[in-house]
C-alpha cells in the first residue's frame, strides 16, 4: 500500500504546497488502483502543519505545485518522494502518476487558446 | 493566428517592432494576461524569476504560474474595472527553483481603444536586495543566510562584499550542506546585478543532451520535439548572475561550450548559427576536487582556470569550532518561533551529544537535526532521546563526509563523552567501517590505513560479522 498527497486548490493541485488548506490522501494498492481517497481541510495553511501532516499520515509521494527549497529537501531528508512544480487537475495528475508518467514540472492544465485561434 | 512571438508593434517606427523583443529589453518582470487572467506573454525578466518560459506559460492561469502569496486571497484583478487605477501590492512568489522571493507587484487593466477592459499588465519587482539593505534585517556574525563568527567564517564576510563588486567568475568549493548555495545568492544580492534575475542551473541533474539546450537554448526545428524557440538559461540570466551548481558534474562536451562563452560572452543556441551576446556573471560551486578531476582527465583544465579567478574555500562544520554552538542556537530560535514550542534549549547532555558529533552533511545537517528535535520534544529542553537516533548510536548514517580531499587524519576517532560510552568492539568496527570506505572497499588498503596485516584485518571483520 503506498499512501499519496495531493495539495488542492478546488479541483487542481496548489499552486503553493505553503498556502494550501485542503489535501487529496489517496491509497494506492500494488495494481496502481487507488483503495482509499480523503480530501482533509486544513484550519490554516502551513508548509510545516503540512510536513507534519506528511509524516504522521505516514505518506510515501507528495505531489504539490511550487515549495520552498528547505521543506523539498525537509521531506526528501525523510525519504518522501516529492513531485513539485505540479500545474493540473488533480484527477489528472493522479492519473499520470499511476501510469508512471508523471514528473516535477509536468503542466498537465488545458491550455486556453487565444481569441481567434483555429481550435478555440 | 498567428504566435505570440509574431506580434508587432505597428505605428511606433517606419517598420513593425516585434512586441516580445520590446518587453524583453525591460528589465521588470512583465506579463499579459487575457481578461481572464491568462498568459499571453511573459518578458525574459519574469521567465528569469519564475523559472517558466513563454511556451510553458502562454493559455495558463497567472497565479500557477507566479504563484504569489496575494493570487490566492487578494487578487486585484477581480476588483478591477475599466475605470480602476493600477494597484501595488508587496507579496512573495515561490519559483520553479524552489526559492521565495519577496516582489512588489503592480497590477493595472490594459484597455482597448473604446476604454473597455481587454486583458490586464502585471510588473513584478524583485525586491530581495532592497530588503537585504534594510537594516532592520542585519544580524550580527551574519551576511545574507550565512551564519558564523569562527575565523574562517569571518574572513569569508570580509572578501564577500568585496567579490560581490566585481564581475570576475567564481568558484565556490565546498563539502556538501556548507552553504556554497547561499554564498552564491548573498554574491549576487550584494552585487550591482541584484535587481536582475539570479539563475541557478544543477549540471548534475540533467542529462547531456536536456542540459546543453537548458543551458543555451535552441532554436525551433533543432531537434526532434523542439516545437519552438527557447531562449536557455545563459540568455534568461542576462544582466544577472547564472549559478552552476554541481560545475564537477558537467559533461566534458559541455565544458567547451562554457569555456567559450567564458571567453567571449556569446550564446549560441543548439540549432542556430546566430549568436547572442549576454552579460553574465557565472559562479560555479562543486563539492568535488576539481584539481584532482582534471589531473584524471575529467574536467578540463583551461575552464578550471577561467572559474578559479576567486576561489572560495568553504570550511566543513567540524572545522568550525564555536560556529556549531551558535548555529544550534541559531536554529533553534529560528524553529522555535516557527513552530511556536516553549523550547529552551538544550539540556547539558543533549548539547554534548551534538558538539561531539562530527556532521558529514555539515551546517544543512545540523539544521535538520535541530528542526527534528524540535518536532520531537515536548518538555523545556531538547534532551538526547529527542535527537535522532545515529547521533547516539555507532554507525554514522550517511557513510563518510562527501569530501574528496585525503584528510590528514584518516583514522582519528573524535573523543569526547559519547565515543568514550562505546564498547571496544564497536570502537575497532567504526574504525574498520572508516578505513573501508576510505579504501574504497579495498581490504589491503584499508589494512595498510589501520596498521594491521590483512589477515588481522580479514580475521576481525569475520568477528564482527562484516565479511559477507
Known amino acids: ?120 | 493566428m498567428t504566435p505570440i512571438s509574431a506580434a508587432n508593434i505597428l505605428g511606433l517606427f517606419n517598420l513593425p517592432v516585434p512586441l516580445p523583443f520590446l518587453l524583453d529589453e525591460i528589465p521588470l518582470g512583465l506579463a499579459v494576461l487575457d481578461a481572464e487572467r491568462r498568459i499571453v506573454l511573459v518578458n525574459r525578466a519574469l521567465e528569469g524569476l519564475t523559472g517558466f518560459v513563454q511556451q510553458e506559460a502562454e493559455g495558463i492561469p497567472c497565479s500557477y504560474i507566479l504563484r504569489n502569496k496575494n493570487c490566492f486571497d487578494n487578487c486585484p484583478f477581480l476588483q478591477m474595472r475599466a475605470a480602476s487605477e493600477p494597484v501595488v501590492q508587496e507579496g512573495d512568489i515561490i519559483n520553479r527553483d524552489r526559492q521565495k522571493i519577496p516582489v512588489r507587484v503592480t497590477f493595472a487593466p490594459l484597455r482597448n481603444a473604446e476604454g473597455k477592459v481587454v486583458g490586464y499588465l502585471e510588473a513584478v519587482e524583485d525586491v530581495r536586495a532592497l530588503r537585504a539593505m534594510d537594516s532592520s534585517n542585519r544580524k550580527p556574525y551574519s551576511f545574507g543566510h550565512l551564519v558564523g563568527k569562527s575565523p574562517q567564517m569571518e574572513r569569508l564576510f570580509q572578501v564577500l562584499p568585496i567579490i560581490a563588486q566585481s564581475d570576475s567568475s567564481v568558484l565556490i568549493t565546498g563539502e556538501t550542506g556548507t552553504g556554497k548555495d547561499f554564498v552564491a545568492e548573498a554574491i549576487h544580492q550584494a552585487s550591482p546585478r541584484a535587481r536582475d534575475a539570479f539563475i541557478k542551473v544543477n549540471c548534475g541533474a540533467l542529462p547531456e543532451t536536456l542540459l546543453e539546450s537548458e543551458l543555451f537554448g535552441h532554436q525551433k526545428g533543432a531537434f526532434t520535439g523542439a516545437v519552438e524557440n527557447k531562449p536557455g538559461r545563459f540568455r534568461l540570466a542576462h544582466n544577472g548572475t547564472l549559478y552552476l551548481t554541481e560545475i564537477g558534474d558537467l559533461p566534458l562536451s559541455l565544458q567547451v561550450k562554457i569555456l567559450t562563452f567564458l571567453d567571449d560572452k556569446v550564446v549560441y543556441p543548439l540549432g542556430s548559427t546566430k549568436g547572442f551576446q549576454v552579460n553574465v556573471r557565472v559562479i560555479a560551486a562543486t563539492h568535488r576536487n576539481l584539481e584532482r578531476m582534471v589531473h584524471e582527465g575529467r574536467f578540463r583544465e583551461d575552464l578550471l582556470f577561467r572559474l578559479n579567478v576567486v576561489r572560495l574555500q568553504l570550511p566543513a562544520l567540524r572545522e568550525r569550532g564555536d560556529d556549531i554552538r551558535l548555529l544550534l542556537d541559531h536554529f533553534l530560535h529560528t524553529y522555535v518561533s516557527q513552530f511556536q514550542k516553549p523550547v529552551q534549549g538544550f539540556s547539558p547532555k543533549a548539547l554534548q551529544v551534538l558538539l561531539d558529533y562530527s556532521y558529514p552533511g555539515n551546517v544543512r545537517e545540523l539544521k535538520n537535526i535541530v528542526e527534528y528535535a524540535l518536532n520531537i520534544c515536548q518538555e523545556d529542553l531538547i534532551l538526547p532521546k529527542h535527537l535522532p537516533a545515529y547521533l547516539t548510536e555507532s554507525r554514522p548514517p550517511y557513510g563518510e563526509p562527501a569530501r574528496e580531499e585525503p584528510s590528514p587524519s584518516v583514522l582519528a576517532v573524535p573523543v569526547g563523552d559519547r565515543e568514550e560510552s562505546l564498547d571496544w568492539a564497536a570502537m575497532e568496527r567504526k574504525m574498520i567501517l572508516e578505513a573501508m570506505v576510505k579504501a574504497k572497499g579495498r581490504r589491503s588498503k584499508a589494512a595498510e590505513l589501520l596498521g594491521w596485516g590483512r589477515s588481522t584485518l580479514w580475521r576481525k571483520m569475520k568477528q564482527y560479522g562484516m565479511d559477507s
Open chain 1, 1 to 120: 500500500m503506498k499512501k499519496i498527497l495531493i495539495s488542492l486548490y478546488g479541483n487542481d493541485v496548489a499552486p503553493r504546497f505553503d498556502l494550501a488548506t485542503e489535501v487529496l490522501i489517496a491509497s494506492m494498492g500494488e495494481d496502481g488502483q487507488v483503495v482509499d481517497e480523503k480530501i482533509l481541510v486544513l484550519p490554516q495553511a502551513s508548509a510545516e502543519k503540512l510536513c507534519h501532516m506528511v509524516l504522521t499520515e505516514d505518506v510515501q509521494t507528495v505531489i504539490c505545485g511550487g515549495i520552498e527549497e528547505e521543506y523539498y529537501q525537509y521531506l526528501v531528508w525523510k525519504r518522501v518522494e516529492v513531485l513539485d512544480s505540479v500545474i493540473g487537475p488533480a484527477n489528472v495528475v493522479m492519473d499520470h502518476y499511476r501510469q508512471g508518467t508523471l514528473q516535477s514540472g509536468d503542466i498537465l492544465l488545458k491550455r486556453r487558446q487565444r481569441e481567434g485561434d483555429e481550435n478555440s
